[in-house]
């Protein structure tokens, strides 16, 4: 019988050698990777402390140059109601309010009446039939109301209101004011289809034949100002409670108001 030498690696009981037990890491080696790992702690934090104190470097410029507003393009030959909306569009998309016609010399905003922004809500309570006028102006995507108001010598009162929507197709601001123009000539309202007013191509004045009158209060001599510009629609309050209306002056206002859009 053959003695086993100490050097052989011993054997199972099928005679396959065992495999050697897992190496345990000493003292040495554990102290040399923390080591290690402190070193490049060590490295990332002196980087970062460099960094720190080294002096912003400045980007480099863009390459693309400085963007402007184009100007608006004179009308020509060439010119279509589609170029003409590009052109206007850029008015249009910053503060609508902006774009209200400036209040006379000596007149005060109006007490208790909406001043900069209207809310649609609002703005429709302001129809015989609030419900309806709301649902409307939701379903026919309005985007926003400016509104200023004054008055003069207690006698003069006036609303201006530019209602802008959300349609792509420039639509819905002229079918807005279509829609409204349709029934001023009827005997509860104006009572006559209106005045064209000069270069708009779509705005009326409506100065009412008959005053508004209601038990208690003096009769109210009205006047109503519809037009629209792309995606704006123009709409004027003129009022005065001691003689009927000059339609020479609210027109005068109207085309202050669309030389502005």
Known sequence: ??????????????????????RRWGRTALIVAGAAV??????TVTGYAVQYERRPTPLSALSQPELRTP?????????TPLTVSANRRHRTDGDLRTLLVKK????????????GWTSVMSFAG??????????????????????T???????????VNLLQFRDETRTAAAEWARGQQAYMPQQKFAGNAGELIAGSGNGRVYVYNEPHREA??????????IAYRGD??????YINNTRKVSEKAVTALAEQQLGRL
Do not use: C, N
């Open 126 to 147: 302001g129809y015989d039939e609030p419900d309806e006028s709301f649902t409307d102006l939701v379903e026919s995507e309005i985007r926003r109301i400016a509104t």
């Open 38 to 43: 402190l070193g490049v702690l060590a490295g």
């Open 232 to 237: 704006v629609a123009m709409e004027i309050w």
């Open 216 to 225: 208690g209060y003096e009769p109210l001599y009205q006047a109503r100002a």
């Open 71 to 79: 100007k608006t393009v004179p009308a020509g030959p060439d010119t």
């Open 104 to 115: 006379p010399k000596g007149a005060q905003a109006r007490k208790a009446m909406s001043e």
């Open 149 to 159: 108001t004054w008055e003069q010598r207690g006698e003069v009162f006036v609303t």
């Open 1 to 22: 019988m053959q003695i086993q030498e100490e050097h052989e690696k011993p054997r199972g009981e099928h005679g396959v050698p065992e495999a050697p037990a897992p």
